[in-house]
């Protein structure tokens, strides 16, 4: 059972670029193909709870709040998929998890590793990994409530193209797996491994990996088949630069797999 948090933020800025993206999708009907007993899973909208803060602070608000809004759905024994604007929504996701036995899928573009030391514009936005990983902004994340960072060896990155020299420095130093975006033979092998040493992940999809993996439908797919999903986040999708909606279909297409029973 699956239940959908709306997170309709780019920066914490509601609505904004990325953030129409969490809204067009449920409008696009994406809540429904992952109904059971053609009940459609509960849809919860996360808002940030000082309207007061900007800037970080409202993204570690709206973080934390996705972090309740995940504990109460784990309560609940079902799935969150958390349908966000920015990839940073994985630390509130994450925060809500017990991160003690999970490892992390990753299907992104972008490597989402830099630290603020890497990182040529300073913004958390490529650096949400480095974070849940542990190797930046320890403060930022215990403030949104993150548990023990997951470790390296638990990190599975696929669809990657993009990366900046300091950040594929870190990445080849790090013991992520890495799956670039023309070379996803291994990445069954590399689900495997995991399967062994965790007991269940966290399933990121930043929609921009579809430039590179249009069939990353089927990676999900197979991710769900491999090991027991604690939750989801599908990122990144800007309606305005989609006007025929081929963008949408690819995504709702990547929601459905997480259907069980629907993935050939
Ligand atoms: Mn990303």
């Not at 948090?5 to 670029?17: I, N």
């Not at 003690?100 to 899928?105: D, E």
């Not at 990445?187 to 990996?209: F, G």
């Not at 089927?218 to 999708?237: C, D, F, I, M, Q």
């Amino acid at each position: 059972m699956y239940s959908i948090l709306e997170v309709p933020y780019h920066m914490g800025l509601e609505d904004v670029a990325v953030g129409k993206g969490p809204t067009a999708l449920l409008r696009a009907g994406v809540d429904q193909l992952l109904a059971e007993k053609s009940m459609p899973p509960q849809v919860t909208h996360i808002r940030p709870r000082d309207l007061r803060n900007q800037g970080l602070e409202l993204v570690i608000d709206i973080n934390r709040m996705l972090r309740y809004a995940v504990k109460d759905a784990v309560e609940q024994e079902s799935v969150p998929v958390a349908l966000a604007g920015n990839c940073n929504a994985a630390l509130g996701v994450l925060a809500g998890l017990d991160t003690t036995q999970l490892g992390i899928v990753w299907f992104d573009k972008h490597a989402d590793f830099h630290t603020p030391e890497t990182s040529l514009n300073g913004s958390i936005e490529g650096m949400a990994l480095a974070i849940a990983a542990g190797h930046c902004h320890q403060q930022l994340a215990e403030r949104i409530g993150f548990g023990p960072p997951i470790s390296d060896h638990n990190i599975v990155l696929a669809g990657v193209r993009e990366m900046e020299r300091g950040e594929r420095e870190r990445i080849e130093t790090s013991w992520v797996s890495v799956h670039a975006w023309d070379s996803l033979a291994l990445l069954p092998v590399a689900l495997e491994q995991l399967k062994a040493r965790v007991e269940a992940v966290y399933l990121h999809v930043d929609t921009d990996v579809l430039d590179v993996v249009p069939e990353v439908a089927r990676w999900v797919g197979l991710v769900r088949e491999t090991l027991p999903l604690a939750a989801v986040s599908v990122t990144n999708y800007n309606p305005d630069l989609d006007p025929e909606g081929d963008r949408a279909l690819a995504i709702a297409e990547v929601i459905r797999r997480l259907a069980p029973g629907r993935v050939l």
